[in-house]
């Protein structure tokens, strides 16, 4: 398309529709756009490249491994780490100014370090702790972040110490907390700030974007664990803490896409209160014993504190000079989750209540939010929402067969009828 419009531009010149200087302009748009593209790709090929390079020289040497001596080995073993080496050092001597270079010899070089551990060890018969493996393996190539300005290298890293802290937390037995993760995790940020601050429209950043909250809501779930209650305050608050960073004014102009932390945020609200729809949850939590010497001393009433806050004063922060009621409701969810968490301890039936009124309500907000819009997706998202309470309750073996049929009917009605309007008003603005 791009092509035919600079093909057609003398064309126009000559008929006097646009000035020279304009069709200078427009020529010089389409070529710098079409540079950014080829340059993406260009990059995206570069990494691949790297990556399945270094995979085929493992399994070549995979292939023949049974066949070397220990020596042998032992340079097939450092021989990709050497070559990575050799790759980002020319690249910082004669390649600085390219990306695709820059990113694809360090995405190499990173895959080599953790390659020639594992060989290593494999090798002479060192211990084979994968947690262990990973924790050196993260701590050896965080330095290529930096020293390359490699996006790639951060990327894989966030990966990296992820699987850390799953690894500790989460598949290991028996489990231990985790506090290492929260470190590492600090070691990333100054480049994702970097990006945030100078590359805001780069491919990249956007996925720092939905990689560092997603890691920091799986990675949360792996601390100590004494008072699991308090948990759903952490998640909650720091549910809330992202949706709220998601609707600040950088995040807010640019789209879904874009944005994981409101998208994060909001499905996980949405999500950790249909969990907490059911009734049994809350006798456990009601039933469990609180004494406040313990709970002081527990890890997770310090993470609640910790997000509560933090996404206390950004709410407070981003609205400041607004009007109150302006304030989306999304966003005020998580203190109303607190007075409901205390509530369950001693009622929980009536936190069951509430949370479902909360739900019900948070669906409502939403269909008239696109409805004033005039945006389909978010009243679909409403109903969506209230949908997926319907589904929860169908499952509740304390309603009736009655009243979950009656609810699927009220759900699907809701459907039909406000995308008809919506439609229909469409059509008539239109004409």
């Given at each position: ?32 756009k079409g540079g ?22 493992i399994l070549i ?114 489990h231990s907390g ?254």
């Amino acid at each position: 398309m791009s092509k035919e419009i600079i093909k057609d531009l003398p064309q126009l010149v000559e008929a006097s529709i646009i000035s020279e200087d304009t069709a200078n302009k427009i020529r010089e748009f389409y070529l710098e756009k079409g540079g950014k593209s080829q340059n993406r790709l260009f990059i995206v090929f570069g990494i691949l490249g790297a990556t399945l390079v270094g995979l085929g020289l493992i399994l070549i040497i995979a292939h023949n491994w049974d066949d070397l001596s220990r020596p042998a080995k032992t340079f097939f073993a450092f021989l990709p780490l050497v070559l990575g080496q050799l790759f980002c050092g020319f690249t910082i001597l004669k390649k600085a100014d390219s990306t695709a270079w820059k990113e694809s010899s360090t995405a190499f070089l990173f895959l080599s370090v953790g390659g020639c551990i594992s060989m290593i060890s494999q090798i002479y018969n060192i211990s084979d702790d994968l947690s262990k493996f990973i924790l050196v393996w993260m701590l050896l190539c965080f330095p290529l972040i930096y020293v390359m300005k490699s996006s790639a290298a951060s990327l894989l890293y966030i990966v990296g110490i992820s699987y850390y802290a799953g690894e500790i937390g989460y598949w290991s037995y028996p489990h231990s907390g985790n506090y290492l993760y929260w470190g590492l995790l600090a070691l990333a940020i100054p480049h994702y700030y970097f990006l945030y601050r100078n590359k805001k429209e780069s491919n990249f950043t956007l996925f720092h974007h939905w990689f560092i909250p997603l890691s920091v809501i799986f990675a949360l779930g792996t601390i100590p664990r004494q008072h699991d209650g308090f948990l759903n305050i952490a998640y909650m608050s720091l549910f809330g803490l992202f949706y709220i960073m998601g609707e600040m004014k950088y995040f807010k102009e640019s789209k879904w896409k874009s944005n994981g932390y409101t998208v994060c945020g909001s499905l996980g609200i949405i999500s950790l209160l249909l969990i907490l729809s059911y009734d049994g949850i809350w006798n456990r939590i009601s039933a469990h014993s609180y004494y406040f010497s313990d709970v002081f001393s527990s890890s997770e009433f310090y993470a609640a504190v910790f997000f509560s806050v933090s996404a206390f004063v950004l709410l407070y922060t981003k609205n400041k000079k607004g009007v109150l009621g302006e304030v989306d409701v999304m966003e005020m969810i998580f203190l109303l989750f607190i007075i409901v968490f205390i509530t369950g301890c001693w009622f929980p039936v009536f936190s069951t209540l509430l949370i479902n009124l909360i739900v019900l309500g948070l669906g409502i907000s939403a269909i008239r939010r696109g409805s004033k819009m005039d945006h389909l997706a978010v009243l679909n998202y409403g109903l969506l929402i209230i949908m997926a309470l319907a589904t929860c309750r169908f499952f509740d073996d304390h309603i009736t067969y009655f009243v979950r049929g009656s609810l699927f009917v009220l759900a699907g009605a809701g459907f039909f009828i406000t995308n008809y309007r919506m439609l229909k008003k469409r059509k008539t603005d239109e004409s």
